[in-house]
């Protein structure tokens, strides 16, 4: 087969698959009959027969295989429920196992063994002794810097300006709820009887 005679439709059964030097073999799918298939260099067409053959058998233990797994595993599965193991105890189970493998591991014992060493060593408690201190130095700032702006609150209430202002602020606040105490004051539009709302505020 030259390769001027070659079906290139990428729809064809017949597509192009390589060289002209292939033999062309029939093969199922086609309506009524057969298409010609190309096979690889050295093989016969009995040979080729023979591995379809060998294939189709292979496929057909595939499939059993398959089922025979499916029906151990509902087995399986009947098994630990008679035995009262949950997916939830199996996962409980799985995690601790994993876990114990972790910590058995030599990662694991080697970064615990590093990590003992680190905290025993000078170096740390040196670090420690440091950041304890200065914690504490801190604290004791930040109880001074609380003090200092307690005592500057209440120098400021005792002040003269702050009094003023606090006795301005309740003058308004007389006013605002006395009048309405009494009958008379601010009304608004929209309420007709302000006796009804004594809130101060």
Do not use: C
Not at 83 to 106: A, R
Not at 121 to 132: A, I, N
């Amino acid at each position: 087969m030259d390769s001027a005679s070659q079906d290139i439709n990428l729809n064809s059964p017949n597509k192009a698959l390589g060289s002209g030097s292939l033999t062309e073999v029939p093969a199922e799918g086609v309506s009524g009959g057969v298409t010609p298939v190309t096979l690889p260099p050295g093989l016969t067409e009995d040979e080729a027969e023979e591995l379809r053959i060998e294939l189709t058998k292979v496929e057909e233990e595939i499939q059993t295989l398959r089922q025979v797994l499916l029906a151990k595993e509902r087995h399986a599965s009947e098994l630990k429920r008679k035995l009262g193991l949950s997916p939830l105890n199996e996962l409980k189970q799985n995690i601790s196992k994993g876990w114990q493998d972790v910590q058995t591991s030599n990662a694991y014992l080697s970064a615990s063994a590093t990590l003992d060493d680190i905290t025993h060593s000078d170096v740390y408690k040196k670090t420690q002794e440091t950041l304890s201190q200065a914690g504490q130095k801190t604290s004791a700032a930040f109880t001074t810097m609380g003090s200092a702006i307690s005592r500057k609150l209440g120098d400021m209430r005792n002040s003269q300006t702050f009094k003023s202002f606090e006795d301005k602020v309740g003058n308004l606040k007389s006013k605002v709820v006395g009048g309405r105490a009494n009958g008379g004051g601010l009304q608004s539009p929209e309420s007709p009887n302000p006796a009804q709302d004594n809130a101060p505020f």
